[in-house]
């Protein structure tokens, strides 16, 4: 079974998660990370901009809740929630990350299941 893929198309939203979150980001051959972030902001600046940012696989643990987590949880009732060790495992339908130590999470779109 495909693992799904995970993208950015906002440059600054991708740019966020790879600052604040250390996330790895693939845009064509370009690989934007913690130390090409000069580089990243010199091509935009010269206009070059990918359609995609795309979570490198050595990223996607990221993307996972953790305690401390401000979340949405989906389910038959939608409820914002910070969640505790007690949470884990996560018994929800899904769950989108809102804030992680106090700071704004971006959460990706998700192509293919």
Same mark, same amino acid.
């Given at each position: 079974? !495909?693992q799904?893929?995970y993208?950015?198309?906002?440059? +600054?939203?991708a740019?966020?998660?790879?600052?604040?979150?250390r996330l790895?980001l693939?845009a064509g !051959?370009?690989c934007?990370?913690?130390e090409? +972030?000069d !580089?990243?902001?010199e091509?935009?600046?010269?206009?070059?901009?990918p359609?995609?940012?795309?979570?490198?696989?050595?990223?996607?643990?990221?993307?996972?809740?953790?305690?401390?987590?401000i979340v949405?949880e *989906?389910?038959?009732? *939608?409820?914002v929630?910070r969640l505790? !060790?007690k949470?884990?495992?996560?018994?929800?339908?899904g769950y989108? +990350?809102?804030?992680r130590?106090?700071?704004?999470?971006f959460?990706?779109?998700r192509?293919?299941?």
């Amino acid at each position: 079974m !495909a693992q799904p893929t995970y993208f950015y198309t906002d440059p +600054i939203a991708a740019l966020w998660m790879v600052k604040t979150f250390r996330l790895k980001l693939v845009a064509g !051959a370009f690989c934007l990370q913690t130390e090409s +972030i000069d !580089a990243f902001l010199e091509q935009l600046g010269r206009g070059v901009r990918p359609e995609r940012f795309v979570v490198h696989t050595d990223s996607l643990g990221v993307l996972d809740p953790k305690p401390g987590d401000i979340v949405e949880e *989906t389910g038959i009732k *939608t409820k914002v929630k910070r969640l505790v !060790a007690k949470d884990f495992p996560l018994t929800g339908m899904g769950y989108q +990350i809102l804030h992680r130590s106090g700071r704004p999470f971006f959460a990706p779109d998700r192509a293919g299941k």
